[in-house]
C-alpha cells in the first residue's frame, strides 16, 4: 500500500511563499509520477503542477505558472510544491498523488491518472 505524507501547508500572507513536502513510501518511488492538486471550498479539485518519473518532464496549470516550481528527490521518496507570489486564490487544500503508470514519459494531469492520494495539507493565503 502507497502511503503519502503532505506537509509545509499554514497561513501565509499574500505575496509570500510557501514550499510543500510530500513523503512516499510503498513503492519504488522514482517509477511514477507525482502530481499536486488542490481543492477549494466550492470548486472542483484541480491539477496544479505534475512532474514525470523522472524530473525530467513537468506541467503547470496557467494560474500557478512561473510563480510555481514542482520537483522531486527520488533518493528520498519526497515530491515537492515551491510556490511564490500567492495571491489570495492560491487558499485550498493542497494533495499530493502519485501516478498509476510507472515510466510513463509525459507528466499525468488527470485526476484518474492518479492511484494513490495524501490526507492534503492547508495553505490559507490572507491579505
Known amino acids: 500500500q502507497v502511503q503519502l505524507v503532505e506537509s509545509g501547508g499554514g497561513l501565509v500572507q499574500a505575496g509570500g511563499s510557501v514550499r510543500l513536502s510530500c513523503a512516499a513510501s510503498?513503492?519504488?518511488?522514482?517509477?511514477?509520477?507525482m502530481g499536486w492538486f488542490r481543492h477549494a471550498p466550492g470548486k472542483e479539485r484541480e491539477i496544479v503542477a505534475a512532474?514525470?518519473?523522472?524530473?525530467?518532464?513537468?506541467y503547470y496549470a496557467d494560474s500557478v505558472k512561473g510563480r510555481s516550481t514542482i520537483s522531486r528527490d527520488n533518493a528520498k521518496n519526497t515530491a515537492y510544491l515551491q510556490m511564490n507570489s500567492l495571491k489570495l486564490e492560491d487558499s485550498a487544500v493542497y494533495y499530493c498523488?502519485?501516478?498509476?503508470?510507472?515510466?510513463?514519459?509525459?507528466?499525468?494531469?488527470?485526476?484518474?491518472?492518479?492511484?494513490?492520494w495524501g490526507q492534503g495539507t492547508q495553505v490559507t493565503v490572507s491579505s
Open positions: 498523488a502519485a501516478g498509476s503508470t510507472h515510466y510513463r514519459s509525459s507528466p499525468a494531469t488527470g485526476l484518474r491518472e492518479y492511484a494513490y
Open positions: 510503498g513503492r519504488t518511488f522514482s517509477a511514477y509520477g
Open positions: 512532474i514525470n518519473w523522472s524530473g525530467m518532464n513537468t
